[in-house]
């Protein structure tokens, strides 16, 4: 997977490289490449929706795991639930611009809690899973304008104990094909009916985002309902009771950390302002307080390939060490502003060399702070994430990987 996707982005790079290069040849050679571009993007286009497809459902089929071995933990941290619903939407916010979907936030001003006491990652997947069901759901209708829209409230919980709480109540409306009464019975089964189980295969679906999303609402202690009508779209209502975070709390880096700022999800949105619109991301990223000059661990020869290209294409230099022992020998002999770093390798692996590195107090290239050190890894067990943290790792990303994450990260640690 991460060979696929990290390639496919290479060959749309060089296809716009060509087209560029095509305007100062022959009309003959022009036609040519224009004719063979369009068989490129064909392929191209078919690449990025499998692999997207066998993310997706990866993804979820470990999570499914998770939840059915009760290995799911609730992460009991102080958060504002604005902020991770503006994150799950951004991730869909460019498929809406090019499907010509709108999206709109809204949220009660009346008893609006800043930050409440509970589990984000968890609330972060339901709301993502509900967006992309509505999405999808709505690429194909008929009905204009096409739209998306979560809106967010709060009702006060009486508390025998004194506790301070409220039940978050979020809608996450679309106008999209909608669901068949009998099709809503089965809506929230591993799978659903025959029914239902045609409507996410006809739209490229696993069948257990729904499932999942009840169950993690169920976690929270919440509930979740769907009101829905053929051609008039669907309205997903969440209600999940929370406790009102102390004030003392906020800004406290939980002991044990998220996965979703581990795994490099962002958590920060573009606006929290009731009504609010999202924006697309652009496409270019360019390379900000100059390039840097950055060590690649990876035993696997095609991600170091992809990986190396990614970077020298956004104009930093690098180098390749196979495992983490030549790792320490590199770092030794030069400098480094970055370090990525693959966990399982022969000879040495990624904790084990990170441990090191950390020991022997190894500095960043420009001198001073230590040198960060970013796993990379298609191993996204919770386990695996605590360790590589808790050994001196800076961050966690999971493999297969977006180009525009490892730039983010880059400047990120490496800002002067």
């Known amino acids: 997977l991460n060979g696929i996707v990290n390639n496919t982005d290479i060959l749309q790079t060089n296809l716009r490289k060509r087209r ?67 994150s799950a939407a951004q991730m869909y916010i460019a498929d809406m611009t090019n499907n010509g979907i709108s999206f709109r936030f809204h949220r009660s001003e009346d008893g609006h809690p800043v930050h409440v006491q509970g589990d984000p990652d968890q609330l972060y997947i339901i709301i993502l899973n509900l967006v992309s069901n509505a999405v999808k759901f709505t690429k194909t209708a008929t009905r204009e304008p096409k739209q998306v829209e979560v809106t967010l409230k709060y009702e006060p919980i009486r508390s025998e104990s004194g506790d301070s709480k409220v039940e978050m109540i979020m809608m996450v409306r679309d106008n999209g094909v909608g669901i068949t009464q009998e099709a809503q019975k089965y809506l929230f089964d591993k799978f659903g009916g025959s029914e239902v189980r045609r409507k996410f295969l006809e739209y490229e679906g696993s069948g257990l985002g729904l499932f999942i999303t009840n169950t993690l609402v169920q976690l929270l202690g919440g509930s979740i309902h769907v009101d829905s009508m053929p051609d008039h779209g669907s309205t997903f209502t969440v209600a999940v009771p929370f406790e009102v975070a102390d004030t003392a709390e906020i800004g406290m880096l939980p002991t044990k950390r998220s996965p979703v700022l581990a795994l490099g999800v962002p958590t920060t949105s573009l606006s929290d302002l009731p009504g609010q619109a999202l924006t697309p991301p652009t ?103 605590d360790e590589a943290l808790a050994c001196g790792m800076q961050q966690f990303i999971v493999k297969p990987y977006k180009k525009e994450d490892l730039l983010a990260v880059i400047q990120k640690w490496t800002k002067a």
């Open 20 to 86: 560029a290069m095509a305007v100062d040849d022959t009309t003959d050679l022009r036609a040519a490449i224009q004719e063979q571009d369009e068989v490129d993007q064909e392929a191209i286009d078919a690449i990025v929706v499998c692999a997207g497809y066998q993310k997706k459902l990866a993804k979820d089929v470990l999570l499914l795991s998770r939840l059915e071995s009760g290995g799911v933990e609730s992460n009991q941290v102080p958060f504002d639930p604005v902020k991770i619903i503006l």
């Open 283 to 385: 496409e270019a990223r360019h390379v900000e307080d100059g390039p840097r000059h950055i060590l690649i661990v990876e035993d696997n020869v095609v991600n170091q390939k992809v990986l190396k290209r990614h970077l020298e294409m956004a104009g930093h230099s690098c180098k390749i060490a196979g495992n983490g022992q030549i790792a320490l020998d590199s770092l030794v002999q030069e400098g480094f502003d970055l370090v990525f770093m693959d966990l399982e390798m022969p000879v040495m692996g990624g904790l084990e060399a990170t441990r090191r590195i950390r020991a022997n107090g190894t500095s960043r290239s420009s001198g001073g702070a230590p040198v960060p050190i970013v796993a990379l890894s298609g191993n996204a067990r919770q386990e695996y994430i």
